[in-house]
């Protein structure tokens, strides 16, 4: 796995200020790719940051989502969606692939607080704290980054617009 993933590649998508807060906010993270069969492959992530240069970094834990990070492997395109679990806001961003590289000793703090973030927005929408937690279990030990600089968002929030680019 390379350390540097796609540092210092300049975002080619429209990535605001705004994006970069709602996608490190405590959002549902669902994965996608396809398999060598073109297939989709999907896959849950725990959170995401925002590296400088608009780099994408999504933890994810391995073992539950080894087709996905196979696909990232293989270099296939890649597609996350970001969902806020109390009002259903949703974008979806797109690269033409991704890297894998280590998890870092920082990224712990901030999934830790991107997954408690997550775990209240179910509890507020009804979810019991027990399957709230037991959504998308963290193992430090197993942890894998998926890093990517965009090249296309859409919003994908239910009703009018689902769908839209999101340009400049």
Same mark, same amino acid.
């Given at each position: 796995m390379s $350390?540097?993933g ?5 975002p080619s998508?429209?990535?605001s200020s @705004?994006?970069v807060?709602?996608?490190q906010?405590g %959002? ?12 989709a ?6 959170g %995401? ?5 608009? *780099?994408f ?18 270099g296939?395109p *890649?597609?996350?969606t ?10 979806q961003?797109k690269a033409?692939r991704?890297?894998?590289?280590? !998890?870092?000793s920082?990224?712990q703090p @901030?999934?830790?607080?991107?997954q ?15 399957? !709230?937690?037991?959504?998308?279990p963290c193992d430090p030990?197993?942890? *894998? $980054? ?8 859409f919003?994908?929030t239910?009703?009018?617009g689902?769908?839209? @680019?999101?340009?400049r």
């Open positions: $350390a540097g796609t540092r210092g590649r300049p998508a429209a990535v @705004e994006l807060a709602f996608v906010s %959002c549902g993270v669902g994965l996608a790719s396809a398999a060598t069969d073109g297939t492959v999907v896959g849950v992530g725990l %995401c940051r925002v590296r400088p240069g608009g *780099v970094r999504i933890l994810v834990v391995r073992a539950p989502n080894s087709a996905f990070l196979d696909a990232v492997r293989r296939a *890649v597609a996350v970001f969902t806020a679990t109390r009002n259903h806001e949703s974008y961003v033409d991704a890297e894998l590289c280590d !998890a870092a920082d990224d @901030e999934i830790d607080r991107q408690l973030l997550f775990r209240d927005g179910m509890v507020e929408i009804g979810y019991s704290p027990a399957q !709230a937690e037991g959504y998308a030990n197993d942890l *894998v $980054a998926v890093e990517f600089v965009p090249a296309r968002v919003t994908q239910p009703g009018p689902a769908g839209a @680019e999101v340009t």
